[in-house]
């Protein structure tokens, strides 16, 4: 079954520490996108990227970073500087960025710093 | 992007009773959708409306698109405990990522 992965399910990091959120998806999709989710603030965009080896800052891409070096992978890395990194966050992707299919979203990796 | 204006915030019924939730912004938007997300999970996708004035249903779940392109509603018919979660409407234009909504958190009672 074609589907998108995050892993690890739940993430934890001292402060002061890189850590790396894997995204995964084997849709064919163009698209994908990183989500952060806090409690009452609804889904905000952090990287997104249309195509290989390209990608767009979001709304919060501050202390954050990615690459897309294969269609089918999105690592997201949440660095050092980013002042309150602990959230739920949510991979997507999409046949087209834009196009109004929707996304598929993975099923989340919970960051934790202690 | 675009902040969406969802309301309410949360809602508490009791099973059986109907729901209404709405989304509004300033902007149009070409592609109105509507999402689920349990608890601990991701979103997934419960409607899409493409045209203004689009009435769409899926089982007990309808949705519009409004008439001027800056809003829709979503409607549960009949709650059932398994209905509780948070609703998260979304607006796409060409060429944009998603923009969602804050979320409606339902909680049903039986």
């Known amino acids: 079954d074609g589907g998108i992965t995050q892993s690890p399910k739940y993430l934890f990091r001292k402060e002061g520490q890189n850590v790396t959120l894997s995204c995964e998806q084997n849709l064919n999709h163009d698209a994908m996108y990183w989500y952060r989710q806090d409690p009452g603030q609804g889904l905000r965009l952090i990287y997104y990227?249309?195509?290989?080896?390209?990608?767009q800052k979001g709304d919060i891409a501050e202390g954050y970073s990615v690459s897309r070096e294969k269609k089918e992978s999105f690592p997201l890395t949440v660095t050092s500087a980013q002042k309150n990194p602990t959230a739920f966050y949510l991979c997507a992707s999409s046949i087209v960025s834009g196009a109004g299919y929707g996304y598929t979203f993975g099923s989340g990796t919970r960051l934790t710093v202690v | 992007g675009q902040q969406l204006n969802q309301s309410p915030q949360s809602m508490f019924i009791q099973e059986g009773e109907d729901v209404s939730m709405n989304c509004t912004s300033s902007s149009i938007f070409n592609t109105w959708l509507w999402y689920k997300q349990e608890p601990g999970e991701g979103p997934v996708l419960l409607i899409a409306?493409?045209?203004?004035?689009e009435l769409t249903s899926n089982g007990r779940l309808t949705a519009q698109f409004g008439i001027t392109r800056k809003d829709s509603f979503l409607n549960i018919s009949a709650s059932i405990p398994s209905d509780v979660g948070i609703y998260f409407c979304a607006g796409q234009n060409p060429g944009y990522a998603l923009n969602f909504g804050k979320g409606t958190s339902l909680l049903v009672t039986p």
């Open positions: 990227s249309q195509i290989v080896n390209d990608f």
């Open positions: 409306l493409y045209k203004a004035g």
